[in-house]
T-cell receptor, first 111, second 112 residues
């Protein structure tokens, strides 16, 4: 079945350092979504990318969708303690009918 | 607050029992999704309903079943519970198939 691989599994950074998580699919995706789950909370939608090569920014967060629509990344510039949580990517295979979540990247920020 | 409600918040039960988890989607959302999140695990998609009809199935066990009612709320039934079924169960809703999903607060199920 469709799999969405996400790396790294875990990252611990010093406050102010940058952070990146990567998402890869073996098949072409029609779209990719990113979610954030704070410790003890529920996933919250961050953004959706649809177009090949698309780049979107939300303040310190930059999201990219690869040219082949098989990979994506989330980059956080100058992390803050409020960035802690698990970041999930989720993709839908072209002509598919379900959103498949990656395993998530747990981000911890040391102040 | 996402607008998605789930009850109960916590559920503790014994092996072999049956439980029902309930979800009310955001007003106007026709799609309801169920996910299972075990400790240190990602989100495992279980099932998707759209306007009362089953649309997609994930890794849902035969002991589990779900339905979406005419008022669009949904229930997830878990039977013959095993220790390994202990997890957080999230419900999410969306306007239709490919839009952003809004997650409820989850139901934490503990099977003893």
């Amino acid at each position: 079945g469709q799999q969405v691989m996400q790396i790294p599994q875990y990252q611990h950074v010093q406050e102010g350092e940058d952070f990146t998580t990567y998402c890869n699919s073996s098949t072409t995706l029609s779209n990719i979504q990113w979610y954030k789950q704070r410790p003890g909370g529920h996933p919250v939608f961050l953004i959706q990318l649809v177009k090949s090569g698309e780049v979107k920014k939300q303040k310190r967060l930059t999201f990219q969708f690869g040219e082949a629509k098989k990979n994506s990344s989330l980059h956080i510039t100058a992390t803050q303690t409020t960035d802690v949580g698990t970041y999930f990517c989720a993709g839908t295979v072209e002509y598919g009918n379900k959103l498949v979540f990656g395993a998530g990247t747990i981000l911890r920020v040391k102040s | 607050d996402s607008g998605v409600t789930q009850t109960p918040k916590h559920l503790i039960t014994a092996t072999g029992q049956r439980v029902t988890l309930r979800c009310s989607p955001r007003s106007g959302d026709l799609s309801v999704y169920w996910y299972q999140q075990s400790l240190d695990q990602g989100l495992q998609f279980l099932i998707h309903y759209y306007n009362g009809e089953e649309r997609a199935k994930g890794n849902i066990l035969e002991r589990f079943s779900a339905q979406q009612f005419p008022d669009l709320h949904s229930e997830l039934n878990l039977s013959s519970l095993e220790l390994g079924d202990s997890a957080l169960y999230f419900c999410a809703s969306s306007v239709d198939f490919y839009n952003e999903q809004f997650f409820g607060p989850g139901t934490r199920l503990t099977v003893l």
